[in-house]
Nanobody, 120 residues
Framework: QVQLVESGGGLVQPGGSLRLSCAAS????????MGWYRQAPGKERELVAQ???????NYADSVKGRFTISRDNAKNAVYLQMNSLKPEDTAVYYC??????????????WGQGTLVTVSS
């Protein structure tokens, strides 16, 4: 019913920036929560940032002050602006949405993942 398409990953040098995008399509009534998770090699998947509204956001301590999450409700999209990237930010980043569908069901939807590599 709902599909996510992620983009924006790539290879950057330490200190560089990337902007990740995630757009949802399908029978969406509303998106209650949007978030970004990441999983580095040999590590557990962790929450990076989460947004409910413009005034309600959460960030992992490791990215506070460097990453900014935002959403565009008209486009059913969520973004993650990543600045001052560090090698330890290297991971596959996954978009996650908690969605109410047009048929009044709720879905926890994951994107396909986009690889961010921070290296010289």
């Amino acid at each position: 019913q709902v599909q996510l398409v992620e983009s924006g990953g790539g290879l950057v040098q330490p200190g560089g920036s990337l902007r990740l995008s995630c757009a949802a399509s399908g029978s969406i009534f509303s998106i209650n929560v949007m978030g970004w998770y990441r999983q580095a090699p040999g590590k557990e998947r962790e929450l990076v940032a989460q947004i409910i509204s413009a005034s309600s956001t959460n960030y992992a301590d490791s990215v506070k002050g460097r990453f900014t999450i935002s959403r565009d409700n008209a486009k059913n999209a969520v973004y993650l602006q990543m600045n001052s990237l560090k090698p330890e930010d290297t991971a596959v980043y996954y978009c996650n949405l908690f969605v109410r569908t047009a048929s009044s069901t709720y879905l926890d939807v994951w994107g396909q993942g986009t690889l961010v590599t921070v290296s010289s």
